[in-house]
């Protein structure tokens, strides 16, 4: 049963019950409706019938401010064009080929289109080539380029296999009487991200090999 069909099968509810007891006030109360409403659902039901009781928006949308379809394409192609661009950019850019359009603007139709980040607009990017099978443009290379030095930057490293790259760090533990100072020697693989970790009483370079022995 879909939304439209339980609520109209409540509101058929509340007549009936009205009808049946013979009093709107109890009625209201039973079904957790107003008087109110209960006069607007009777009113509708006896102009338009059930189709009448569907559940109408209240919100119309404004047209006259919807940038025009042709602004749109030119927006979105210059957003696959180079998707490292921000919004600002992207309405100088437009500006620079004679068409007007405010970063605003820019950003309503990236939210239209689920493209309000860098994030996102990269990942449209790889659907269309994967659908297309077009060559990167320059500009498209930078935009991936970006995105990889920003997952590293972060610490997001992308290996090929198991044991392809690691990760090793050492830090102090604390003080422990009668053993003294007390440091951890921590391994991860990248690809797997397994984690090896051994405490040692010194601080001193322990290399991979050594680590995992």
């Known amino acids: 049963?879909?939304?439209?069909?339980?609520?109209?099968?409540?509101?058929?509810?509340?007549?009936?019950?009205?009808?049946?007891?013979?009093?709107?006030?109890?009625?209201?109360?039973?079904?957790?409706?107003?008087?109110?409403?209960?006069?607007?659902?009777?009113?509708?039901?006896?102009?338009?019938?059930?189709?009448a009781l569907i559940e109408k928006t209240k919100r119309v949308p404004n047209l006259k401010n919807r940038i025009p379809e042709d602004v749109e394409a030119a927006i979105l192609e210059l957003t696959l064009e180079n998707p490292?661009?921000?919004?600002?950019?992207?309405?100088?850019?437009?500006?620079?080929?004679?068409?007007?359009?405010?970063?605003?603007?820019?950003?309503?139709?990236?939210?239209?289109?689920?493209?309000?980040?860098?994030?996102?607009?990269?990942?449209?990017?790889?659907?269309?080539?994967a659908k297309t099978g077009h060559v990167l443009t320059e500009n498209q290379l930078k935009?991936?380029?970006?995105?990889?030095?920003?997952?590293?930057?972060?610490?997001?490293i992308e290996t090929e296999h198991v044991g392809y790259l690691g990760a090793q760090d050492t830090y102090y533990v604390g003080n422990i009487k009668g053993v003294g100072r007390i440091y951890q020697q921590t391994f991860i693989d990248t690809y797997?991200?397994?984690?090896?970790?051994?405490?040692y009483t010194s601080k001193h370079p322990i290399n991979s090999a050594d680590f995992l022995k």
């Open 143 to 156: 935009a991936m380029e970006k995105a990889q030095e920003e997952k590293i930057a972060i610490g997001e």
């Open 84 to 129: 490292a661009l921000g919004q600002k950019r992207v309405s100088d850019e437009l500006r620079r080929r004679g068409i007007f359009v405010s970063a605003a603007g820019v950003r309503c139709v990236w939210l239209r289109h689920n493209l309000e980040v860098f994030q996102k607009r990269l990942k449209a990017l790889e659907v269309h080539v």
């Open 192 to 199: 797997s991200s397994v984690a090896l970790a051994k405490l």
């Open 1 to 51: 049963m879909t939304t439209d069909q339980k609520l109209i099968r409540n509101k058929l509810g509340l007549l009936d019950l009205a009808s049946y007891l013979k009093n709107v006030s109890e009625a209201c109360r039973v079904m957790g409706y107003s008087r109110d409403t209960f006069y607007r659902v009777k009113n509708a039901y006896e102009e338009g019938g059930m189709e």
